[in-house]
């Protein structure tokens, strides 16, 4: 049972556009939310995070909105650059140690 | 200094080898985190430690053998491993359980032959 789902396993974007990666959830346990950005054979690298009291957050280029009613939570980096291609995880933890991980989307910045 | 210092970097062993991986954090964090990670999965949870006592064990096989020596340290006892067991495996820490973020080591790249 996949509890957190990204159902875009790619996405490839022009540098200085906007990205947008979404990310789906199904336990209304959940209130706290994330983002990691990975690059292959490395750890996953904390980005940005939202409480589920929020609906947004925002960090520099990076902006996580969360829409509780739809289960839905989205990363927005503008402007996009090539050093953001990696891979990016969004997480899920509903007040215990467990943290639930998506399956990720590949995103590729163009030059 | 979000820094999560894994222990060694790659690592190739035996099925009949004993080996352990090590993760250190010096960010004062109570929970300490093993996770597995395949190609193109996201992280598995492993192993969970809170203030230094085994808090989540999510089924793992007995081959793996946590322990958590201090507040700092995290260590992955392995033995008798199989070659499905390769994978990156990850440690973390954060401050406690909640709302809270997780900081992840580079992990450590394990083949097993």
């Known amino acids: 049972d996949q509890q957190v789902k990204q159902n875009s396993p790619s996405l490839s974007v022009q540098e200085g556009r906007i990205s947008i990666l979404n990310c789906d959830y199904t336990?209304?346990?959940?209130?706290?939310f994330l983002w990691y950005k990975k690059y292959p054979a490395e750890g996953p690298t904390f980005l940005i995070s939202?409480?589920?009291?929020?609906d947004k957050n925002e960090d520099g280029r990076f902006t996580v909105f969360l829409n509780k009613s739809a289960k839905h939570l989205s990363l927005h980096i503008v402007p996009s650059q090539p050093g953001d291609s990696a891979v990016y995880f969004c997480?899920?933890?509903?007040?215990?140690?467990?943290?639930?991980f998506g399956t990720g989307t590949r995103l590729k910045v163009l030059a | 200094d979000t820094e999560v210092t894994q222990t060694p970097k790659h690592l190739v062993m035996g099925m009949t080898n004993k080996k352990s991986l090590k993760c250190e954090q010096h960010?004062?964090?109570?929970?300490m985190y093993w996770y597995k990670q395949k190609a193109k999965k996201p992280p598995e949870l492993m192993f969970v430690?809170?203030?230094?006592?085994?808090?989540i064990n999510e089924s793992v096989p007995s081959r793996f053998s946590p322990e958590c020596p201090n507040s700092s340290l995290l260590n992955l006892h392995l033995h008798a491993l199989q070659p499905e067991d390769s994978a990156l495996y990850l440690c973390?820490?954060?401050?406690?359980?909640?709302?809270?973020?997780?900081?992840f080591g580079q992990g450590t790249r394990l083949t097993v032959v």
């Open positions: 430690y809170s203030y230094e006592k085994l808090s």
């Open positions: 960010m004062g964090h109570r929970a």
């Open positions: 997480a899920a933890s509903a007040g215990t140690y467990k943290y639930i």
């Open positions: 336990n209304s346990m959940f209130d706290y």
């Open positions: 939202i409480s589920s009291i929020k």
């Open positions: 973390a820490s954060s401050q406690g359980r909640g709302q809270t973020e997780a900081f």
